[in-house]
């Protein structure tokens, strides 16, 4: 029976995923297709021979690098129309506990983290989800000691149409219209919550 109920939660629920570009874009959400290309590297601060980008430094506390996304930068070309991306982003040699925080830089820094690190950590990665700022850039956030962050990205968002409609999911008569009057009826009833308010 639990599973059943689950299984209809499921079906009459619908989820839009909508995106918001840059920290000035209008508060209505704007429906965005993702488009997975083949994995490319957009910046690695480590020197050379890894170095890829114009950062060849670790990133300093309290320190925010802005990357350039859009166009062609490192070894990715991200077209104009992108309005986020995907990316797996690697800490690497950090010399101290602290955190990275990945952000549109026209927007204010949120006081979250997309991964953590302490003192001489194997390389560290998480996946990451980001908006991209108006120009078309991302920032990174150290807030402790120093350490060389890698992005490479595996996708980007750029707005499309919404696709159709999914199925309309089971409805019916409730359990309880079901029930002749007068009648005592024990068990557990599986209902459609959307047909009874």
Request: aromatic residues 6%; proline residues 10%.
């Amino acid at each position: 029976v639990h599973a059943a109920l689950a299984g209809l939660i499921a079906a009459a629920s619908i989820t839009t995923f909508s995106l918001i570009q840059g920290a000035s874009a209008s508060p209505a959400a704007t429906p965005a297709a993702f488009v997975p290309i083949v994995p490319c590297r957009l910046a690695d601060t480590r020197p050379a021979p890894d170095n890829v980008g114009v950062r060849r430094t670790p990133i300093t506390a309290g320190e925010s690098v802005t990357f350039a996304v859009r166009g062609t930068n490192g070894n990715c070309t991200i077209p104009e129309t992108a309005t986020a991306v995907v990316s797996n982003v690697t800490l690497v040699g950090a010399n101290a506990a602290g955190f990275l925080t990945v952000y549109p830089p026209d927007a204010p820094r949120p006081v979250t983290s997309n991964l953590n690190s302490i003192a001489g950590a194997a390389p560290t990665p998480n996946q990451v989800t980001v908006a991209l700022s108006n120009t078309g850039a991302i920032a990174a956030y150290n807030n402790a000691g120093s350490v060389d962050v890698i992005i490479d990205l595996v996708g980007y968002f750029a707005p499309g149409a919404a696709g159709p409609a999914g199925p309309a999911g089971p409805r019916g008569l409730s359990a309880w219209d079901q029930i002749p009057s007068g009648r005592t009826v024990t068990g557990e009833f599986l209902f459609d919550s959307s047909t009874t308010g």
